[in-house]
């Protein structure tokens, strides 16, 4: 704080400033990260509200990756390419948005329950604790069908961590000081080359046609 020359002898003390915890400082860095991101995210893939027609754009290829689905099988990239995937990221824990996420994803389970090209893909943030057996329990409770929607973990929190920022452009900031997880609430759409094709807020259920569309326009599309 910066005080003028003629008040500055009004008190020798001066006025008492307060140093907030570094927890809060956490917590505000952390939302403000969060909000940064995102913003960046949506304007980076011109995201969009409402149905809106026209190509989408095109993004960058997701990175290979190697992890564990629910049922103990490994998953790599190679097993979704030729494949329509919508990608969401939570953890079994979570007291925030997850279960939101992952009940948009029942839906679009069953708007696409014909349709064998497209997956949902759900990434853990919290893998260590979402073991395969936790992902199956968790998996049950929005009836996801072993085929059509896969819940992927591994032993690596960090690795995990580094895919879903540098590889989906999502935000991932570590529990600390007994703060929960922070983390991106947006689903990914990813063609069937594994590029990112957009992503869509998983708390407004009101870009579900959009996304919807989305979807029908990439399965229209050649593998390759």
């Known amino acids: 704080m910066t005080q003028h020359p003629s008040t500055m002898n009004e008190s020798k003390r001066g006025p008492e400033v307060t140093t907030a915890s570094p927890a809060a400082r956490y917590a505000l860095w952390g939302v403000l ?3 940064l991101a995102s913003a960046f995210f ?9 149905v809106v027609a026209g190509p989408l754009p095109v993004g960058q290829a997701v990175p290979d990756f190697s992890l564990t689905e629910r049922s103990g099988k490994t998953v790599t990239k190679a097993d979704l390419m030729g494949k329509v995937w919508i990608a969401d990221f939570v953890f079994t824990r979570c007291s925030g948005p997850c279960p939101t996420l992952s009940a948009r994803l029942q839906r679009l389970q069953l708007h696409f329950k014909e349709e064998p090209n497209l997956k949902l893909v759900t990434f853990s943030l919290d893998p260590t604790v979402d073991t395969p057996a936790v992902l199956h329990d968790y998996a049950n409770r929005f009836h996801a069908d072993a085929d059509r929607w896969w819940f992927l973990t591994t032993d690596k929190e960090s690795a995990m961590h580094d895919l879903v920022k540098a590889g989906f452009f999502q935000t991932v900031i570590p529990a600390m000081d007994g703060k929960e997880l922070i983390h991106s609430e947006y689903l990914v759409l990813i063609d ?17 046609p959009q996304l919807i569309a989305d979807a029908a326009k990439l399965l229209l599309e050649p593998a390759s």
């Open 33 to 35: 990260v969060l909000v």
């Open 42 to 50: 949506a304007w980076a893939l011109t995201w969009r509200t409402g």
């Open 192 to 208: 069937r080359q594994g590029r990112i094709r957009g992503a869509y807020l998983g708390t407004d259920f009101e870009n579900q």
